[in-house]
């Protein structure tokens, strides 16, 4: 599988950040740059869909004057098939719904948030993917704002590639899937 380019960046700039030290490193003059990574066995809730022994590593760049980068990488998953995938708000949990909604740097006052308005891969961190013949994919998002005192702390994995239309927008079918990322 080669890597796009945006997903070198990131994955090039995380390990640069990371073998440098751990923290935070400088980027741009006056920028910081927050380093986000987890490599962890998937919490599954479909396990026909997402077997046991699925992985999932997250890799994320955020600067002030970069705006925030994510990629996620998968193995383990179902062959050639359409995952969506999300940013959200909570931690993992014993089921989907208790990682709560996806996270939204403008949050619509309307729950849950089907409005293409707020509900867009300009406002959430959308990672959609389609898995190779291993069952191995890829996605990468990139967004022009960071994170606040307000967080995201996980990456939802569901069931298809994400709507867009009003009324759906933002879903993607069931929740799967679930590792806990320290954005």
Known sequence: MRPVPALSLVLSAAALALTAGAGPATAVPGSRVHVITAKSGLTSYKPELVPPGARAHVFGLTSKHLGTSTAILVTGLLPNREYGAHAHTKPCGATGDLAGPHYQNVEDPVKPSVDPAYANPHNEIWLDLTTDATGRGAAVS??????????????????????????????????????????
């Open 142 to 183: 990139k967004v022009d704002w960071t994170f606040t005192d307000r967080r995201a702390n996980s990456i939802v994995i569901h069931e298809t590639h994400t709507h867009t239309h009003p009324g759906h927008a933002g879903t993607a079918g069931a929740r799967l899937a679930c590792v806990t990322v320290g954005f």
